[in-house]
T-cell receptor, first 113, second 112 residues
Framework: DAGVIQSPRHEVTEMGQEVTLRCKPI?????LFWYRQTMMRGLELLIY????????DSGMPEDRFSAKMPNASFSTLKIQPSEPRDSAVYFC???????????FGPGTRLLVL | QKEVEQNSGPLSVPEGAIASLNCTYS??????FFWYRQYSGKSPELIMS??SNGDKEDGRFTAQLNKASQYVSLLIRDSQPSDSATYLC????????????WGAGTKLIIKP
């Protein structure tokens, strides 16, 4: 059974470029979470969706970040324009609605030069 | 501001000993408590969940919850080098709409 799938696994880009991260949740899961992890700040929740609807985006750092979930099997996190301080590992996780176990994808390691 | 606090470590424990990891939380109405393990360069994975006061055992792992004191702990018996990882504590309140509040994690090192 496939777990949460994220792409790309690694991304190196230059400051000012647009970055798009992709996530496919586990089939049947209704909740999807985007996290960012750095050494300094640990694991931070950026935004989460229930049934494709954004519930809480208070963790999104600023307007340069946006996330969409057009259907139950796909979500994107976009950074435009990217900055060096956006360098981090970005995780996508999914769970059953009301379920308490979150299943994490392998993460996307983003480096903005 | 709801907070979850963990000692960042590293916590160094000899192989075969008991490793004790602690976590405190600020929101008194928190209902669900989780321990995730994260190996270096990997994603977090759930290893224990606990919902009521007392102990919950699963193999070499025991989670302990004390809601009155607002702390939750994880004990690892017979520690193995493969237990070396960062352990993240996560807490969910009754009104959090499935969102977890995460601690910064404790890095555990098991020395052979």
């Amino acid at each position: 059974d496939a777990g949460v799938i994220q792409s790309p696994r690694h991304e190196v880009t230059e400051m000012g470029q647009e970055v798009t991260l992709r996530c496919k949740p586990i089939s049947g899961h209704n909740s999807l979470f985007w996290y960012r992890q750095t050494m300094m700040r640990g694991l931070e929740l950026l935004i989460y969706f229930n049934n494709n609807v954004p519930i809480d985006d208070s963790g999104m750092p600023e307007d340069r970040f946006s996330a969409k979930m057009p259907n139950a099997s796909f979500s994107t996190l976009k950074i435009q324009p990217s900055e060096p301080r956006d360098s981090a590992v970005y995780f996508c996780a999914s769970s059953l609605l009301g379920g308490e176990t979150q299943y994490f994808g392998p993460g996307t390691r983003l480096l903005v030069l | 501001q709801k907070e979850v606090e963990q000692n960042s470590g590293p916590l160094s424990v000899p192989e075969g000993a008991i490793a004790s990891l602690n976590c405190t939380y600020s929101d008194r109405v928190s209902q669900s408590f989780f321990w995730y393990r994260q190996y270096s360069g990997k994603s977090p994975e759930l290893i224990m969940s606990i919902y009521s006061n007392g102990d919950k055992e699963d193999g070499r792992f025991t989670a302990q919850l004390n809601k009155a004191s607002q702390y939750v702990s994880l004990l690892i018996r017979d520690s193995q080098p493969s237990d070396s990882a960062t352990y993240l504590c996560a807490v969910r309140g009754w009104d959090s709409n499935y969102q977890l509040i995460w601690g910064a994690g404790t890095k555990l090192i098991i020395k052979p």
